[in-house]
């Protein structure tokens, strides 16, 4: 999930911001972001869309 990382912290966004506005807790995203989980399709989905970013560039993180 390295695209995940850094759209947020290009858009300054804290993990808090970010986890309240996805309804998850925020040790869930920095589970995320570090791979020590994976989402889950429907997240990955809500994710993209709540960005704007391709599934590919959260995962990858290529533009």
Do not use: C, W
């Not at 911001?17 to 972001?33: F, G, P, Q, T």
């Amino acid at each position: 999930m390295k695209g995940l990382k850094q759209i947020r912290k290009e858009r300054r966004l804290t993990q808090l911001k970010v986890a309240m506005d996805l309804n998850i807790s925020r040790e869930a995203l920095s589970h995320y972001e570090n791979g020590k989980r994976e989402p889950s399709i429907d997240m990955l989905v809500q994710m993209s869309e709540y960005f704007n970013v391709s599934i590919d560039f959260l995962i990858k993180g290529d533009r």
